[in-house]
């Protein structure tokens, strides 16, 4: 098994920044794609960045040209920094990989337990 953590968020005023980082607890043998989504006080949890394996990247409408999603290694998957941050963006940020962690187990979607961004003058 392999459990996420991811770090970064905080207490920014409105057009501020924060770069959050996601950390696992071991290597990945493989990664498929990695992503970042949030989940607003009585929201449903939507998407804000998505990156593959290619490199491709995909955006909400809501933090494009704001947010940018990047990659690094299978033991520290992915990064998100986020720019001209809105009291809109506060939310619980978390981070996910689609992939296994040795060649014999299957593909699955890895869970971070969440950071907390609130953005607030």
């Known amino acids: 098994q392999v459990q996420l953590a991811e770090s970064g968020g905080g207490l920014v005023q409105p057009g501020g920044s924060l770069r959050l980082s996601c950390v696992a607890s071991?290597?990945?043998?493989?990664?498929?794609?990695m992503g970042w989504y949030r989940q607003a006080a009585g929201k449903e949890r939507e998407l804000v960045a998505t990156?593959?394996?290619?490199?491709?990247?995909k955006y909400a409408d809501y933090v494009k040209g704001r947010f940018t999603i990047s990659r690094d290694n299978a033991k520290n998957p992915v990064f998100l920094q986020m720019n001209s941050l809105k009291p809109e963006d506060t939310a619980v940020y978390y981070c996910?990989?689609?992939?296994?962690?040795?060649?014999?187990?299957?593909?699955?979607?890895?869970w971070g337990q969440g950071t907390q961004v609130t953005v607030s003058s």
């Open positions: 071991r290597s990945f043998f493989g990664i498929n794609a």
């Open positions: 996910n990989v689609n992939g296994r962690v040795d060649r014999y187990s299957s593909i699955r979607n890895y």
């Open positions: 990156i593959d394996n290619n490199g491709f990247t």
